[in-house]
């Protein structure tokens, strides 16, 4: 098989050096890709929002198949555009997509298929939004409607701070279009999941489930991020695995029932309430860098199971998973997330060995004129397998410490403090 990759980033990279072990793969291409990941897929500078682009690419050189990384192809029709060329695609048209590119969409989605959620109003004026500041209790929870990388989501303590959000996104419009509409919704409280899952449309297999670590600094402290770190599995008892499967067997089914098709990995975001887990939000993509703790775990072909998924026979595909834990810590830029600092030079990087064990992946890093360097916000992710999570996190803490660059900056606590979810 001839396989394309769209992004450019550690989730990326992971699918790549993932796909790179399929039997099945005879030529992989990523595209924009990035230097590191040159070293395993030919990267080709396609705009990978652009359908017409990437479709004459795909028909150029005969791939049969396409694995979406980021949201934003997926967002923008390109996996329409592909399907209607006749491309096997991996990842949501753009009806289906919009579970994750408008919360308002979710939010509607989620009430009509009776899935378990935060109480919320949809906002689309000002006014609107000040009678749901009136009708709710604080703390509350302000999201702007459309793609915001992270930057959407505020929690606000009390109405001053709900105030200057509104006035942030839908008059200052400080995202653009994405915060012209709001969802306003109930704060909830409880350890936050991953949930991902591979689907067809017709049947889902869940991956383990995972834990990603959002604020920038230890202890949950700071601004909230892409994601500094991940560790998977995370354990969870019958009762709460049980109401995990109730949210994608609704959402399944209100797929099908909304006539949309979904093919690729739909991924909840939890919190464990006391009254059961409740949906956050849905993406329609692997997480970041859920991805990089999670595709060394699997101890099954990739491709195959992409491929599964595209051609709506993921029922017979196998899943199967290594035992052991992995944990991914994330290293960032100084003034990540703000501004982030680039082109500092990194050290470790050319003797730094990996294997099944100790996985490194790029997420922005560049190459120019022989010499790693920074190139992003968050730079690389440190994966480790172990025989369980403490050794898996000690590994990957190891091999952090090989790596150096001016500003460096990581979480220290990934994986550190792990509760029990019963
Ligand atoms: P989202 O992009 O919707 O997943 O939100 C990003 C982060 O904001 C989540 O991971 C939570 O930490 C927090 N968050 C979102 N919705 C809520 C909510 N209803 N209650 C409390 N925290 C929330
Ligand atoms: N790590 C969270 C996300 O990918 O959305």
Redesign the pocket.
Known sequence: MKILILGSGGREHALVWKAAQSRLVQKLYCAPGSDAISDLAECIPLDCCDGTEVAGFCAEKCVDLVIVGPERPLASGVVDVLRRAGVRVFGPGQAAAKLESS?AFAKRFMARHRIPT?H?LVCATLEQAAAALEAMKFPL?V?ADGLAA?K??R?CQDREEAEETIEDFMRLKTLQAAGQTVVI?????GP?LSALALTDGKTYKLLPHSRDY?RLLDGDKGP?TGGMGAFAPVDVGPQVQQAIQAVFDAALAGLRADGLDYRGVLYA?L?LTAQGPKV??FNCRFGDPEAQALLPLLDCDIAALALACADGRLGSAELKVRPGACVCVSIASENYPRAPMTGRPITGLEDFSTGADLMLFHAGTAHPAGRWATAGGRVLGVTAWGPDTTAARHRAYEGVSRIRFNGMHYRRDIAGEILAIR
């Open positions: 919360k935060a919320g929870v999201k992270g959407g989501v929690v919704e109930e704060c909830l409280s936050e959002k909230n975001g919190m956050l939000e």
